[in-house]
């Protein structure tokens, strides 16, 4: 394709391109903003595209390089959980305890519900909602409980689907962008969760409030959009955590080896990322699962929560891109890994590499879920316990099978934060350990999670900070600069990565004020 030569909005020769979509020039920066109203529909480096595995999905319309902002999206309707502890329905934040225990939340002076405040009861999420169920002489039951205080609420599962169905009266073009959505409705009715929500939910909207217009199956078939495309909203210092509606971000399709990310600004937009260049045609993918999972893992998950079957690269590949995360050493030869004769599918055998064993899919499945749950039991306040699992399954378990990996990662997290064993009380092997720890989690990265990721940045973060401990325990200069010099280039990647993530500003600030500190008070100059 030639470039453009000529200005949008005027025709003359041009240089100037579009710094988002770079299909149009302009010859000055007034064109620009004028041109801007017309343009902003068209300003996007990707196109919807289909196909039969993935159906509506994005595609690059342009090379895009790592770290652009892809889309920002807000919410066509956002709201609880389908099970929530207590939550304002205005602000949406967790709501507090209330001064004394013997106290109740401020409850909406028209249905009852918990909220912050008046205030609160006067937002624009909550009054039309307030109206149908005052109007219906419904109060909500939750109260305050001194005992549980975190307790999550199931009756929150109707306000989300509510929200919805009011949309389209209230907004009927963003209502149908929300009903063209996947639903997956016929796997979802089979479900032991929709039997349960097919006997509340109708109840609550077509008994409770009403709405007999209506009918059931549409009802379920929104409970199912939601389902199915929902984004989890996360604000912790906001004290939020529900689920949102992004139809653009929805249509993104699925990786198990993403080339975007996501985070969600202060106003819950949702904002997707490059984590890596991206070459014009490609897909754009985001990862619905945990990298640190195994292929059959990452499947199963998949497959309960999206109802879809992973057929990504590292799905599709016996040694998961070489990494083997879900193989275990062969108890024959003691050399070869099991590896799944056909990992797409689920009841396939496993065969070792190197000798004539096969084990059935549900023995190998039976052991994985012993192991995860053994995981799951062990106490994860200290390392000791982390670090007997791997000595007890160091014959058995590989360094890179998916269990192995996962308490890898706690170790991590673990050593420098956990009581008795900040970065100031670890042992000079303990530091070393967790040095270690983190370069092969990062070198895995590189294949299953790389370029710029969430998971990636948080290593390096750890990784920096042990190797300026390590360098302020050095009493050689020499030896203390190259440390030095060595986390202040991973800072510098840790910036990189994290200048999108404003929550993480404080905390790279005081690490940038240790390093300094450290590089004065042994006068050594980094370039």
């Not at 014959?395 to 990662?409: F, G, I, P, R």
């Amino acid at each position: 394709m030639t470039p453009p030569t000529r200005c949008a909005l005027c025709q003359a020769r041009a240089t100037q391109l579009c710094a988002a979509c770079r299909n149009v020039v302009y010859c000055c920066r007034e064109h620009q903003k004028e041109h801007w109203k017309q343009h902003k529909q068209e300003c996007k480096c990707f196109e919807v595209d289909s196909n039969e595995l993935l159906g509506r999905h994005l595609r690059a319309t342009r090379d895009i390089r790592m770290g652009e902002q892809i889309l920002r999206e807000a919410p066509v309707v956002l709201g609880p959980k389908v099970a929530s502890p207590p939550i304002c329905l205005g602000c949406h934040r967790n709501l507090l305890p209330p001064k004394k225990r013997s106290d109740n939340f401020h409850k909406c002076s028209s249905c009852s519900w918990p909220m912050c405040s008046r205030e609160c009861e006067q937002s624009s999420y909550h009054q039309e909602e307030c109206r149908l169920m005052a109007a219906s002489n419904f109060q909500s039951k939750i109260n305050y409980n001194p005992v549980e205080p975190e307790l999550k609420e199931s009756a929150y599962c109707v306000i989300m689907l509510l929200r919805c169905l009011q949309l389209k009266k209230s907004n009927p073009a963003q209502f149908a962008r929300l009903s063209a959505l996947e639903d997956h409705l016929k796997e979802r009715l089979e479900t032991p969760l929709y039997q349960v929500l097919r006997a509340n939910l109708i109840t609550f909207i077509k008994t409770v409030l009403g709405l007999r217009e209506w009918p059931e199956m549409e009802i379920l078939r929104i409970a199912a959009i939601l389902d199915t495309n929902a984004f989890e909203v996360r604000q912790n210092s906001e004290r939020r955590k529900v689920r949102a509606i992004f139809p653009g971000g929805a249509m993104i399709a699925h990786d198990c080896v993403p080339n975007l990310r996501h985070r969600f600004d202060d106003d819950m937009n949702i904002v997707f990322l490059a984590k890596r260049n991206i070459a014009k045609g490609e897909i754009l993918s985001i990862s619905y699962t945990q990298a640190l999972r195994s292929t059959i893992q990452r499947r199963l998950h998949l497959k309960q929560v999206k109802c879809f079957d992973c057929a990504c690269a590292r799905c599709s590949d016996p040694t998961e891109l070489d990494t083997f995360a879900g193989s275990r050493m062969c108890e024959k030869c003691k050399v070869g890994k099991l590896i799944s004769v056909n990992p797409l599918q689920n009841a396939a055998s496993w065969k070792c590499q190197l000798c004539n064993v096969v084990k059935g899919a549900r023995e190998v499945l039976t052991q994985d879920a012993q192991l995860q749950q053994e995981i799951e039991a062990l106490d994860k306040t200290t390392p000791e316990a982390l670090e007997d699992f791997l000595y007890r399954h160091r014959v058995k378990l590989h360094e890179t099978n998916t269990h192995v990996l996962q308490v890898k990662y706690a170790l991590t997290q673990l050593y420098g934060n956990a009581p008795g064993f900040s970065m100031e009380e670890l042992s000079e092997k303990s530091l070393q350990r967790k040095v270690d720890l983190c370069e092969e989690l990062l070198q895995l990265s590189n294949l299953i999670d790389g370029g710029w990721s969430i998971f990636r940045g948080n290593l390096l973060i750890d990784l920096e900070d042990a190797v300026v401990t390590q360098a302020l325990r050095m009493e050689n200069a020499a030896e203390c600069e190259a440390k030095l010099r060595i986390a202040a280039e991973l800072l510098q990647e840790i910036g990189s990565i994290m200048k999108h993530e404003p929550e993480m500003q404080q905390l790279l600030a005081e690490r940038q004020l240790i390093l300094d500190s450290a590089l004065k008070r042994f006068s050594i100059v980094v370039e």
